[in-house]
């Protein structure tokens, strides 16, 4: 699980921002694919970026500054080269398994996003700068590019629902979903209105969360 690569940061002087603390080892994806087949498994799920903002693709994209993203397996040495997600996509596709990808959307610890908001304070070493605006273009140029390069996308998912982090459809995040996932199932951004009406964000073949992450429910 790759959010580890970063702890959570509240009450901490110095999480740890090098892509170097991600260096997992005899990581086969084949075998992953070959025990999920076993278990007639439809579907796999991969943590393509959480909360913490560290990427299990190489990305390509750069920051405002320039410099490259750089939190990625393309800069974990360990990793030597691998695109991690390039081989779940293949593994999972080689045996019939539906790809599912959990990928945050309002929350990148790394960039001090919080809610869906940069933060104006609690910047701490290693993190990486970036205005609003910025912010709301970089996480549609990581979409497009997860959505582009590692698809059929099955199913995508975040813990608070896919949405427009800057308000309902204003960034355009919608737009590309309907472009380039028009068949993935999306978890949708639920919000009540004072008058109690339920309300969902306008993704593609939203589905609700089943209100627990408990292995039953009932």
């Known amino acids: 699980n790759n959010k580890v690569t970063w702890p959570n940061g509240e009450g901490t002087t110095q999480p740890s921002s090098e892509p170097t603390t991600f260096a997992p080892t005899d990581l086969n994806m084949s075998q992953w694919?070959?025990?999920?087949?076993s278990i007639g498994a439809k579907s796999a799920w991969a943590n393509a970026k959480h909360g913490c903002g560290y990427l299990l693709w190489p990305t390509k994209l750069k920051l405002p500054n320039g410099e490259p993203y750089g939190y990625d397996v393309g800069h974990s040495p360990a990793v030597n080269g691998r695109d991690l997600l390039m081989e779940f996509r293949d593994a999972m596709l080689a045996v019939g398994i539906k790809l599912g990808y959990f990928f945050t959307f309002t929350n990148n610890f790394y960039t001090n996003t919080d809610g869906g908001k940069v933060q104006s304070d609690g910047w701490l070493p290693g993190m990486a700068k970036m205005t609003q605006d910025e912010y709301n273009k970089l996480y549609l140029d990581l979409l497009r590019e997860l959505l582009t390069n590692y698809g059929p996308v099955d199913?995508?998912?975040?813990r608070d629902g896919v949405m427009d982090i800057n308000g309902f459809n204003?960034?355009?995040?919608?737009?590309l979903l309907h472009e380039l996932a028009p068949n993935t199932v999306c978890r949708a951004y639920e919000w009540e209105t004072q008058d109690g009406v339920q309300h969902f964000g306008d993704v593609p073949n939203w589905v609700r969360w089943v209100g627990t992450e408990a292995p039953t429910y009932q």
């Open 155 to 158: 199913e995508l998912w975040d």
């Open 33 to 37: 694919a070959q025990v999920a087949a």
């Open 170 to 175: 204003r960034t355009g995040l919608n737009e």
